[in-house]
Every structure is written in C-alpha cells, then in structure tokens.
C-alpha cells in the first residue's frame, strides 16, 4: 500500500509559477512509475505529465510541455511538478498517481495509488 500526500498547490497570477510536491509511504517508491493529473471544474480528469520509476524518462501533456517540468527524488520518496508561465486554464486540483511495474504511462487507468488533490488557481 502507498500513500501519497500532494502540497504546494495555491492562488497565482497568470504568468507566474508554483512547485507541487508528492510525498510517498513505503520503501518501495523507487519501483513506482509516477504522473500527474488534473481536474478541472465540469471535466474529467486529464493527463499532465509522468515520470519512470528512475527518472529517466518523462512525459507531458501538449497543453503543458514547455512549461511544467516532472522529476523525482527517491532518496526523499517525493515527485515534484514545477509550474512556470501558468495560465488560467492551468486551473484545476492537482493529483499525483503511482504505478506499480512497468513504465510510466498516460493512462489514468493503469495507476494504482491516487493522493487527494491540491488545489491551484491562477488568476488573470
């Protein structure tokens, strides 16, 4: 069983940044691919970024890539997200997901473990 616990999220103006953490339970965090997703009012949970359990290889939304920047850090058992250049679309709360064996992936559907949310909200 993982745990996992999001923070970081807040109210930002259009154009500026935030850094959302991800703290895992459990000693087997480096084995876990790890995403993050969002959902914004009235829509369904979307796809942001994702992460291999090394670290090595990551993906990114297209509404995202440029702007967001996925990494980990087993050592700690925490999956960051830095947020530049936000955008009143990047409105949403944020989750971050573990999966457990093989690669990461965009599929909401293959993780495992969900957190509970952290909000953000950027203003314009």
């Known amino acids: 069983q993982v745990q996992l616990v999001e923070s970081g999220g807040g109210l930002v103006q259009a154009g500026g940044s935030l850094r959302l953490s991800c703290a895992a339970s459990?000693?087997?965090?480096?084995?876990?691919?790890m995403g993050w997703f969002r959902q914004a009012p009235g829509k369904e949970r979307e796809f942001v970024a994702t992460?291999?359990?090394?670290?090595?290889?990551?993906y990114y939304a297209d509404s995202v890539k440029g702007r967001f920047t996925i990494s980990r850090n087993n050592a700690k058992n925490t999956v960051y997200l830095q947020m530049n250049s936000l955008k009143p679309e990047d409105t949403a709360v944020y989750y971050c997901?573990?999966?457990?064996?093989?690669?990461?992936?965009?599929?909401?559907?293959?993780?495992?473990?969900w957190g509970q949310g952290t909000q953000v909200t950027v203003s314009s």
């Open positions: 992460i291999s359990w090394r670290g090595s290889i990551t």
């Open positions: 997901a573990a999966k457990t064996g093989g690669g990461s992936t965009w599929r909401l559907d293959e993780y495992d473990y």
């Open positions: 459990g000693r087997t965090f480096s084995s876990y691919a």
